[in-house]
């Protein structure tokens, strides 16, 4: 244990620190825990009802709903905006004299809002005036259509996100050290296998990382679609933040809302988890 | 408003007012303390604040009591999560309120509004319009005064029908039959768009369906069925695009407003925005009630917005007081002239000064008769929910109507015994 070698004032420095994380963290997040095994809500009686409101979650066909639209959002978009951003990264790494002007490019959908985002693809995803529609040929309902618009929001996640995974995954290649690369091409290794022996391994860390923040991101996936769809239509794209919202914000019910927000907290956790395993096995 | 003659209109009806503030200042006279205001927060106004300024200047200096207005967020969300924080705490940071139709149950349940009852005279009884009024109304006792109504109205081209020889239609069949013939003239033509995404306009577009076919959420039984069957018929028939599903009030306006589409079905702001100076559609635009299914009557959604008193408030006394100023016909007038806010009075629709500055409201006057509100319950919120979810199935052709309708009434009897 490395605490055991701490000087002994360590924690009365450290203690600053730890009473913010505290107070903005641990508090907060106790409070809603404890708020979910309360009832709270406009007019029922104040109660303790211990995991009650997890065993209504069970059995919740909307909870489902939301779980199945949050994960194949998550699962869809995060690889196709690490096979994306791997893809833009290595054309970045050999952009050349463009390199300036070429990652200010492809910085851009990543500094625009995200609600501003949202409400330009409203317009292009507009069945009578929109570009996309335009190019098909024929309007198509993106937004409209309970299959299409839940692939209608992924794809803006997609052209928002894969410019913060290039970019990560950039850094990384400027890690992959010259040597091997230049040992590679002399032992006569083409483009291909060098970058499936040498650059995806050397890369597979920092990969890890992007997915771990891609993947948190995307299940807790909120303002890109609510002002896409608003969850719509039927329910088809309606993901645990928006549905948490819609019982904290518009129904009241505090208890099982919170109920809902502690297990969006649980499922985020388990896949950090699961990435923290694969990046320690990595890492060995 | 525009021009200089509707302004010295709303003057003229604003000079009207002063006798009915003082009759009220002499009844009890009151010695509030002048330093703090009584605060009145209402959303924000289509429009110069002036003439409501005016108003509540009034109103203060009649009773020496200082009035402050403040505007609520821009969003209905966030405007009944703003009453709904500060009424469970208690606040006494505003003194009236104006409040959604819908909000009235639920506050009047949960014991933030004061009981306004004695605040309706026998004679504004009558002369209000049945739908506010119930809206108001919980356990039969009323905990808001019906500020301005709003209803659903059909809007169409008077243009494109009068060159095929029609007539506004009364019957939905009336309304399928014209986007046939017009279409076969101008086949690049929408049909009908409305309020189809899913979020509250699409409850409101989904119940008028429903009552226009006879049919009740209460009695869930074959009109309702055939309401929503019919409403999912008007996209599979192609009368209105599938797009209808992404569709909110602006969205279908500007649409309609860009001659795109031969019917529309939106809230009497529509008007103005379509009759103003640059728009395609200037004087070529009608409106009647929404149809109905032949053998049954028009019914549209009851929107607009309350005056309700904080039960924690202070001063109540004078709360009530400007809320009851505010709601009576004299003050409603003045807004009607200055926004077009339609009043949910039967009397002022037979003012003449009212119809010669707004001949439009004449129009409006026999849809707020056949209002109905939406279902009045504390609930109605979470209700919303599944009716937002259950309509949007329905219309997205997932789910049959009456499979639909099932999942409301179980949802209904659920909320109704928790």
Not at chain 1, 45 to 59: I, K, N, P, Q
Not at chain 1, 238 to 261: H, P
Not at chain 2, 359 to 379: H, N, Q
Request: hydrophobic letters at 50%; aromatic letters at 10%; glycine letters at 8%.
């Amino acid at each position: 244990m490395s605490a055991r070698r701490l000087r002994p004032d360590a924690w009365a420095l450290m203690a600053p620190a730890l009473l913010v994380l505290a107070a903005v963290t641990a508090l907060p997040t106790g409070y809603v825990v404890w708020l979910s095994l309360n009832e709270r809500a406009l007019f029922r009686a104040e109660d303790f009802v211990g995991l009650g409101h997890y065993l209504r979650l069970a059995g919740d066909a909307r909870f489902w709903n939301a779980l199945g639209n949050t994960l194949y959002f998550a699962a869809v978009s995060v690889a196709l905006e690490l096979a994306l951003g791997l893809a833009i990264a290595l054309l970045l790494a050999r952009a050349g004299r463009a390199r300036a002007f070429a990652y200010g490019a492809v910085l851009v959908p990543w500094a625009v809002p995200t609600v501003v985002s949202a409400r330009i693809w409203e317009w292009i995803y507009n069945p009578e005036l929109g570009v996309l529609g335009y190019l098909a040929g024929t309007p198509v309902n993106w937004l409209g259509d309970p299959v299409l618009a839940l692939h209608a929001a992924i794809a803006m996640d997609v052209w928002k996100s894969t410019p913060f995974v290039a970019l990560l995954l950039l850094a990384g290649l400027q890690g992959v050290p010259r040597d091997l690369l230049r040992a590679a091409a002399v032992d006569g290794a083409g483009a291909w296998t060098t970058f499936r022996r040498i650059t995806l391994p050397m890369l597979a860390p920092v990969i890890l990382v992007a997915a771990v923040f891609r993947t948190i991101d995307a299940l807790r996936v909120f303002d890109a679609v609510y002002v896409l769809t608003g969850g719509g239509p039927a329910n088809a794209t309606e993901t645990l933040s928006i549905y948490a919202y819609r019982v904290l914000f518009q129904m009241l019910d505090f208890g099982y809302g919170s109920a809902l927000a502690v297990a969006m907290l649980a499922i985020a956790g388990i896949a950090a988890l699961a990435y923290a395993r694969l990046l320690r096995g990595g890492m060995e | 408003m525009t021009g200089r003659a509707p302004r010295r209109r709303v003057l003229r009806a604003l000079a009207a007012l002063p006798l009915a503030g003082l009759a009220g200042a002499c009844s009890a006279p009151q010695a509030p303390p002048p330093a703090d205001a009584i605060v009145f927060r209402h959303p924000k106004l289509f429009g110069d604040p002036q003439p409501l300024d005016t108003l509540v200047g009034l109103f203060g200096r009649a009773h020496g009591v200082r009035v402050r207005r403040e505007t609520l967020p821009a969003s209905s969300d966030e405007q009944h999560l703003f009453y709904a924080i500060n009424l469970r705490a208690r606040s006494r940071a505003f003194d009236v309120l104006a409040l959604d139709t819908i909000w009235v149950a639920e506050f009047a349940r949960a014991g933030w509004l004061r009981d306004l009852s004695h605040a309706i005279s026998a004679s504004d009884r009558a002369d209000l319009f049945h739908a506010p009024l119930a809206s108001v109304s919980w356990e039969a006792r009323q905990y808001a005064l019906p500020w301005f109504a709003d209803a659903g109205l059909l809007y169409y081209r008077a243009d494109l029908l009068a060159a095929q020889g029609l007539a506004a239609p009364r019957t939905w069949t009336d309304l399928v039959d014209a986007v046939r013939r017009v279409k076969r003239v101008r086949p690049d033509l929408h049909g009908f768009v409305w309020q189809g995404k899913q979020y509250e306009g699409l409850v409101c577009n989904a119940l008028e369906f429903i009552w226009g076919h006879g049919g009740d959420l209460d009695r869930p039984a074959e009109p309702a069925v055939r309401g929503l069957a019919f409403m999912r018929a008007l996209v599979t028939a192609g009368v209105t695009p599938p797009f209808v599903t992404t569709l909110t009030e602006e969205p279908a306006r500007v649409l309609f407003g860009r001659g795109k589409a031969l019917f529309l079905r939106n809230w009497p702001y529509a008007w103005r925005l379509l009759e103003r100076s640059g728009s395609p559609l200037q004087r070529r635009v009608g409106v009647c009630p929404l149809p109905h299914a032949s053998g049954h009557a028009t019914a549209s959604a009851l929107g607009g917005w309350h005056l309700g008193v904080n039960a924690f408030s202070e001063r109540a006394a004078i709360a009530e007081r400007l809320a009851a100023f505010l709601a009576a016909a004299p003050a409603q007038k003045a807004l009607a002239l200055a926004y077009g806010y339609s009043p949910p009075r039967r009397s002022l629709y037979a003012d003449p000064e009212l119809a010669a500055a707004q001949p439009f409201l004449a129009s409006i006057g026999t849809v707020i008769e056949t209002a109905r509100p939406r279902p009045v319950s504390p609930y109605y919120v979470a209700l919303s929910q599944t009716l937002q979810s259950e309509f949007s199935a329905v219309l997205a052709g997932v789910r049959t109507p009456s499979e639909a309708l099932a999942a409301i009434a179980r949802e209904r009897r659920a909320l109704a015994s928790p």
